[in-house]
């Protein structure tokens, strides 16, 4: 079992950055990947960005344009999500999820492990 805590999140203007980060309660690079997620108010949960851990290859869902970037801190077993260029549609409630096996990179049922989640709100 993997515990994980998310933190970062807050209210920010549209064009603004935030980092979320996500504490690990054991190594990262015993983990098959770590990854972002979120679920905006009356949408489904959808995947943001994939870590793949043990080689630090990230994967980035393609509606993102560049604007999100995944990196791990080995050190400190703590994975992050810089947000740049943020937009209201970004508003959602942000979620870290672990694996220990494969799976498809952007599907939940791929993630045995998640965190409490932490508010991003963007306003206009």
């Known amino acids: 079992q993997v515990q994980l805590v998310e933190s970062g999140g807050g209210s920010v203007q549209a064009g603004g950055s935030l980092r979320l980060s996500c504490a690990v309660s054991r190594s990262i690079d015993s983990i098959i990947s770590v990854a972002w997620f979120r679920r905006a108010p009356g949408k489904e949960r959808e995947g943001v960005a994939v870590?793949?851990?043990?080689?630090?290859?990230?994967r980035y869902a393609d509606s993102l344009k560049g604007r999100f970037t995944i990196s791990q801190d080995n050190a400190k077993n703590t994975v992050y999500l810089q947000m740049n260029s943020l937009e209201p549609e970004d508003t959602a409630m942000y979620f870290c999820?672990?694996?220990?096996?494969?799976?498809?990179?952007?599907?939940?049922?791929?993630?045995?492990?998640w965190g409490q989640g932490t508010q991003v709100t963007v306003s206009s």
């Open positions: 999820a672990a694996a220990t096996f494969v799976g498809p990179w952007f599907s939940p049922a791929s993630y045995n492990n």
């Open positions: 870590l793949y851990t043990p080689s630090g290859v990230p």
